[in-house]
């Protein structure tokens, strides 16, 4: 049974910074294009990040968190993270880990519960 596990979502300040982790069981990360979505109150799920199974190449979706957020993963753990820095109120939304064939949303195959953030003062 596949099973991806969110953790680490929380309230923090605007400025602050979270780290989200994805553990995996069931299917072994490193063979899938893993990524973060989040969905805010209202929105559609949206794509974070993504790391391909090609390459490794990392993929940013949004200008808005270039150079605050970094994807990562650990083979080992076989654990995916987001590292969030400067959070924003913007940010605040459900963030979902995922595996699949690409980084679409429509690619993914497994997907995890989520988590909240919640960035407020």
């Known amino acids: 049974q596949v099973q991806l596990v969110e953790s680490g979502g929380g309230l923090v300040q605007p400025g602050g910074s979270l780290r989200l982790s994805c553990e995996a069981s069931?299917?072994?990360?490193?063979?899938?294009?893993i990524g973060w979505f989040r969905q805010a109150p209202g929105k559609e799920r949206e794509l974070v990040s993504c790391i391909s199974s090609d390459d490794g190449s990392t993929y940013y979706a949004a200008d808005s968190v270039k150079g605050r957020f970094i994807i990562s993963r650990d083979v080992v753990k076989n654990t995916m993270y987001l590292q969030m820095n400067s959070l924003k109120p913007e940010d605040t939304a459900v963030y979902y880990c995922?595996?699949?064939?690409?980084?679409?949303?429509?690619?993914?195959?497994?997907w995890g519960k989520g988590t909240l953030v919640t960035v407020s003062s």
């Open positions: 069931g299917i072994t990360l490193d063979y899938y294009t």
């Open positions: 995922a595996g699949g064939s690409g980084c679409a949303r429509g690619w993914m195959e497994y």
